[in-house]
Each structure stands twice: as C-alpha cells, then as structure tokens.
C-alpha cells in the first residue's frame, strides 16, 4: 500500500496562489493514478484534477480549470497541485488520493469511491 501526506496549505487573499505537495511513500508511485479532492465546511467531498500515471494529459473540474494545474514527478515520489488566482469558494481542506493501476486505462477517475488511498488534508483558506 501507499502512504500519503500533504502539505503547502494556508491562508491567502483571493487571487494569490499556493502550491500543494503530496509526498506518497511505500510501493512504487508510478503505478498510482493521482487525485485531489476538496471538501469544504458543511459540503460533501468533491472531486478538484487528477492526473494519470504517465503524467500525461490531466483532468479537471470545470470549477478550477484554466485556474489549477496537477503534476507529478515520479523520481520524487510526489504530485503537486499549482493553486493560480484563488477564490474565496475555493476555501476547503484538499485530500490527496490514490488509486493503484496495471497502466494507463484512458479513463479519468474522478469519484472519490474510485481511490484506495487518501491522505490527512490540508487545510486552504482564502479571504475576500
């Protein structure tokens, strides 16, 4: 199995940026297809990019597109997510998830029932 921790998470004013790291540890991450979830206070989890083994070609939601950027670098262990003109909506504690893949289906995962493995959040504010 997989573990994962996320940082890079804090306070910033609506349209300033952060970028969050998710450092997996255990079997090899290059087998896992990433995510980033988001859930924010009295709403249910959600589903923000994931981005496939290869790196190659991301999926977003609609809500953060144009905005957000998931990368991964395999040699480390970690995928990134790139956090670009923030909203106040966009406050919510973001989950980095795994799923184990064989290889690269060209389907995009973006139900958080899909994944394996999740790590401890990361809390994002962003004020008006």
């Known amino acids: 199995q997989v573990q994962l921790v996320e940082s890079g998470g804090g306070s910033v004013q609506a349209g300033g940026s952060l970028r969050l790291s998710c450092l997996a540890s255990?079997?090899?991450?290059?087998?896992?297809?990433m995510g980033w979830f988001r859930q924010a206070p009295g709403k249910e989890r959600e589903f923000v990019a994931t981005i496939p083994r290869s790196g190659r070609s991301p999926y977003y939601a609609d809500s953060v597109k144009g905005r957000f950027t998931i990368s991964r670098d395999n040699a480390k262990n970690t995928v990134y997510l790139q956090m670009n003109s923030l909203k106040p909506e966009d406050t919510a504690v973001y989950y980095c998830?795994?799923?184990?893949?064989?290889?690269?289906?060209?389907?995009?995962?973006?139900?958080?029932?899909?994944?394996?493995?999740w790590g401890q959040g990361t809390q994002v504010t962003v004020s008006s």
């Open positions: 255990g079997r090899t991450f290059s087998s896992y297809v």
């Open positions: 998830a795994a799923r184990e893949m064989p290889y690269d289906s060209g389907s995009y995962y973006v139900d958080q029932k899909e994944y394996e493995y």
